[in-house]
């Protein structure tokens, strides 16, 4: 039983720990599972090249680096990164995934689900009025044209007409963006940190994924921070908005969580929304400054997505896009649990990008069945190691699969 590897944890080496990475028929999908980093080594001696770069490498970079806290045999870690990664877990996507992400929404089943897709559709307004967002479809153009007998417009025009928004228009919309996304996985994460504290017991595994969250979405502002930044009334806002803000989730999650957890649910919808309508901005060329060739992409942000040296503006905002549609799946995921009781399921592996950007969430039940499947496989990785069987022998695919006892 899980309850009792986390109550009573096997007394087992950490670098033993390792499981065979096995098909799980209830909930995967043929895309690679995601990778998430740890940081348990010693960093190595940096070196002038190492000034460049804001992290260090993934687990997937190269052989010999730690996957999940275990070293795996092989080459030593190129000399261009320090050895270790001081940021949280957090998700590297192949083109495929990125590709995979869709709009998608959440059914309104409860009272409680009404009532939060309402209160999202509010703030939406106050945000579209703040940051002045004004997006209209090629249709509503076309229609205009249509009436002035044109049958083409500049970009400068479209974009004085309010027809298309322009990089600081973007750029202000997504900074206020990130700074209010990056509230809910904290506050929460706080709650039932100090939850456990107070009451003296472990939380489940639901602490560490909601500070990733928040962390996470704090990356996306820094990246963007470096494409621009706001002057002092912008930021003036935002001490508003995030006082009011922070204050308000905190008071929501105590008395429900559930809700809490939906309400973040259907505001990552909008965020996903918000990123592929940038998307296909930039794929009707309506945005020609973050072409390849414009906007460099910044050093930090080809850091923490692994994103090649010649990546673009687009490969960035894909990236982002598919981890608001991470968040999006595991907060409604977690609205469906007996918050009090049941485990994180994404405690110990998180499910496939392509399976987080086409669900909107799964069910208790679904949840339980991805615990069990997660749990066997830690279970025969574990045989296979207690039999002899080494790290080497399970191949490149090996994992560590790490209980809740540390959490």
Request: aromatic share 8%; hydrophobic share 40%.
């Amino acid at each position: 039983m899980l309850t009792h590897l986390i109550l009573h944890p096997p007394l087992v080496p950490a670098a033993r720990l390792v499981a065979r990475r096995l098909p799980c028929a209830t909930l995967s999908t043929a895309q690679p599972t995601r990778r998430f980093l740890s940081s348990t080594s010693t960093p190595s001696a940096s070196t002038p090249e190492d000034s460049k770069h804001s992290f260090q490498p993934h687990p997937s970079d190269t052989e010999g680096t730690p996957l999940y806290g275990v070293f795996s045999p092989g080459a030593p870690p190129p000399n261009s990164r320090p050895w270790s990664d001081w940021v949280l877990h957090h998700p590297v996507y192949n083109q495929a995934q990125l590709d995979s992400i869709k709009v998608i929404r959440h059914e309104r089943k409860t009272v409680s689900d009404n009532i939060a897709s309402s209160l999202v559709a509010i703030s939406r307004k106050g945000f579209d009025l703040v940051t002045g967002y004004k997006h209209s479809s090629p249709e509503d153009a076309r229609k205009v044209m249509e009436k002035e007998g044109l049958t083409e417009l500049p970009l400068a025009e479209l974009r004085k007409r309010g027809f298309v928004m322009d990089v600081p228009q973007w750029m202000m919309r997504i900074l206020f963006l990130e700074t209010i996304a990056g509230v809910p996985g904290m506050v929460a994460g706080m709650c039932r940190h100090l939850q456990s504290l107070r009451l003296m017991k472990r939380d489940g595994g639901w602490i560490t994924t909601l500070l990733a969250e928040a962390e996470n979405e704090r990356m996306h502002l820094l990246t963007f921070m470096k494409i621009s930044n706001p002057g002092w009334f912008f930021r003036l806002i935002i001490l508003g908005a995030q006082g009011v803000y922070c204050n308000l989730f905190f008071l929501a999650y105590l008395v429900s969580p559930n809700s809490a957890h939906r309400f973040v649910g259907y505001l990552e919808e909008e965020a996903v929304i918000t990123y592929t309508q940038i998307i296909e901005e930039m794929e009707r060329g309506n945005i020609p400054e973050w072409e390849k060739g414009g906007q460099p992409v910044p050093q930090i942000a080809k850091d923490y997505w692994r994103l090649g040296e010649d990546a673009t503006m687009l490969d960035l905002v894909k990236a982002v896009r598919a981890d608001e549609a991470g968040h999006r799946f595991v907060n409604h995921t977690l609205a469906n649990l007996d918050t009090k009781n049941d485990f994180n399921p994404f405690g110990l592996r998180h499910p496939d990008a392509t399976m987080q950007g086409t669900l909107p969430g799964i069910s208790r039940e679904e949840s339980l069945r991805w615990i069990k499947e997660v749990e066997d496989e830690f279970k025969k990785g574990r045989g296979a190691v207690t039999e002899g069987v080494g790290a080497e022998e399970m191949g490149r695919e090996a994992e560590t699969h790490v209980s809740f006892q540390d959490r």
